[in-house]
């Protein structure tokens, strides 16, 4: 059985990020708050997720997250008696946490794509190779490195939202906060595709490399 993740283009990346914008913008000046457009921008996709999930019967864990923290954020919100930071805290929670635990499971010498990649390799038995792929030093270190890069740019995601919800108005929150994550989220990925480039290049030279030393 083939259980590969879902393609998930720039393309898409991006709406993803831009489009919780625009519906902000078209709710706050539905309703006139600030705070009501935000809650509903972040309520809904989650709740979205979480129901597809459910009726799938797979519920994905990072859509679980972001359901929980939502839920924790708007239960954190009645408690205060209106207070809205902890909304606006909940989007630096996610990436946050996911980054915090990339980082300690390299820290522990278990990169967590290491860790998704030998799941894949059982789940599909058929596919020897994966395993085969996996057994190699130099692949085991891409994928610990790419562990480390793609944590390191959620931490930093996790810590510019934190930080622009304790600092920034409401108002401004989400434009401010979109256009953060753009360029912190954007760097990361040009980070990583200019790593894979290189271990591809050096993929290249080492089979030209191989196929000399055989014809020699």
């Given amino acids: 059985m083939n259980r ?14 831009v489009l919780p914008l625009v519906a902000y913008l078209v709710i706050r000046a ?22 597809v999930g459910i009726a799938r019967r797979r519920v994905d864990p990072i859509a679980l997250l972001s359901a929980t923290t939502v839920m924790i954020a708007l ?4 408690l205060t008696g209106g207070d809205p930071l902890a909304i606006k805290l909940r989007r630096g929670a996610v990436t946050g946490t996911l980054g915090i635990a990339g980082l300690a499971s390299v820290a522990l010498g278990r990169p967590a794509l290491r860790l998704v990649a030998e799941n894949v390799a059982k789940l599909n038995p058929d596919r020897p190779e994966l395993a085969a792929r996996l057994a190699q030093p130099d692949r085991r270190r891409v994928l610990t490195i790419l562990t480390a890069i793609i944590a390191a740019t959620f931490a930093i995601d996790g810590a510019s939202q934190i930080a ?35 271990q591809k290049k050096q993929l290249d030279r080492g089979s030209r490399r191989s196929a000399h030393a055989e014809r020699d």
Wanted: hydrophobic share 55%.
């Fill in 4 to 17: 590969r993740p879902p393609h998930i283009s720039p393309l898409r990346l991006l709406a993803g990020l």
């Fill in 30 to 51: 539905l309703t006139g708050s600030s705070v009501g457009a935000l809650a509903i921008t972040d309520a809904v996709p989650s709740a979205w997720l979480l129901a």
């Fill in 75 to 78: 239960a954190a919100y009645a």
């Fill in 164 to 198: 622009l919800a304790l600092t920034v108005c409401t108002a401004r929150f989400v434009a401010d906060s979109t256009a953060a994550r753009i360029a912190v989220l954007g760097t990361g990925a040009v980070v990583t595709i200019q790593y894979l480039r290189s």
